[in-house]
């Protein structure tokens, strides 16, 4: 049952936030630019759900997926992105060190040597838990380049999560 | 390391990250401006496209024989030659119920003024105005007379391969605009049952990446006698018709 007083797009967006939130801070590294990217990505989302033409969106939580990391690539592939505020150039992860945890920091300073489409891979398959083949048909790339790009991105990430994790019962 | 390891990694270390609370608020704010100013591009389109057509009118203007003449699009977009035939290819009977608003952004009764309001014309005649919503994927037409010659726009959905159903039409070309887009031309004399030579129609087919194909048409003559042309040239040319296929107002933004 919708809230009292909220939209059927305004109580999607609530739900998905913190979602698309985590997405674009693996994309970005920082919690603000995070921020901006989702900011963008629902407003994006909302002019679509406004719009008649082609139906209701079949999977508003895909297509909202797929909006993010369109933005965040398109924004870096931009010269000119003064109005992205996440738009640094690219293998510019800063973390937020006043507001991140130490898993934050740790991660976010192996996405810093990542580049732009290696996070968004690594997003899609391990946060979204997407095919390669359907993270292929997104990004525009082959299956093949996302296996290397998802490789070169576990690489990075092995160590880290040699020293954080820690498996139940020991 | 597995894939259920390296995704709860990344779900740890994102776990404590909280939309501000006006995050929302400011994706809606921001998400009306730009719907806002899609629809200032509406209006701005609407008034290129008048601009557009009525200059198209002043340089070629029609020989008076005006009358409530109607072209209406063939939506089959696979015919050898461009046709009076008002149908969608379907064997499903044509259904015309007014009181249905149809698919589309535009409402069927709504097509020939919509379509005169960017031609700043005068709409002659709305009997014509058709949909079929029984027929594949729906469709709908609607066609006004313009100096003494008929004009008609139609949109369906078409979620086959682009442009291939207009290349069997004469003179046709399609183009790739980009980002799903896609803009067929075609010209075509219609040949009568008789074998009589008769009016000639242009149209562009302007394809969306939702899935619709907005189809404009001209003629130089009208639909109740297709063998006498009444002007030498289609009563509007290539360049203005793209202008009305393209106009955001078909895409209900």
Known sequence: MRRKGMTEFEEFAHARAPHLLRSAWLLCGDAHQAEDLVQETLAKVYVRWQRRLGGRIDNPAAYAQTTLVRTFLSARRRKSSRELPYAEPPDVV????????????????????????????????????RSVSEV?????????????RSMRALDRLRPLLTHTHTPRGS | ?????????????????RPSADLVAGAITDGRRRRRRGLG??????LAAAAVVSGTVVLAP???????????????????????????????????????????????????????ILLHGKETNTSNDQYHLSAP??????????????????????TGPRCD??????????TDLGNGYFLATYSAEVTTVHGKTG?????????????????????NGSRTDPTTPTRTDPVLDLDALTVIAENPVWQGS
Request: glycine share 12%; proline share 6%; with cysteine.
């Open chain 1, 94 to 129: 800063r973390p937020d060190p006043a507001a991140a945890t130490d898993l934050q920091l740790q991660v976010a300073e192996v996405l810093a040597g990542l580049a732009p489409a290696d996070r968004a891979v690594l997003a899609l398959r391990y946060l979204e838990d």
């Open chain 2, 41 to 46: 591009f509406t209006a701005a389109g609407a």
């Open chain 2, 199 to 219: 009016v000639r129609d242009i149209g562009v087919t302007y394809y969306t990446p939702d899935g619709y194909k907005i189809n404009a048409t001209a003629s």
């Open chain 1, 136 to 148: 292929a048909g997104l990004l525009g790339i082959s299956e093949g380049a996302v296996r290397n």
């Open chain 2, 62 to 116: 029609g020989n008076g024989a005006g009358g409530d003449h109607t072209l209406v699009a063939d939506p089959s977009g696979s015919t050898g030659t461009s046709s009076y035939a008002a149908q969608p290819s379907s064997s499903t009977p044509a259904q015309a119920d007014p009181a249905n608003d149809g698919p589309f952004p535009v409402a069927p009764g709504a097509m020939a003024s919509t379509l005169a």
């Open chain 2, 165 to 174: 159903g207009d290349l069997g039409r004469g003179d046709t070309s399609c």
């Open chain 2, 137 to 158: 994927d729906g469709w709908q037409s609607g066609a006004l007379d313009l100096d003494g010659a008929s004009v008609s726009v139609s949109y369906q959905h078409s």
């Open chain 2, 1 to 17: 390391m597995t894939e259920t390891q390296v995704g709860e990694l990344l779900e740890r270390a994102t776990a404590d990250l």
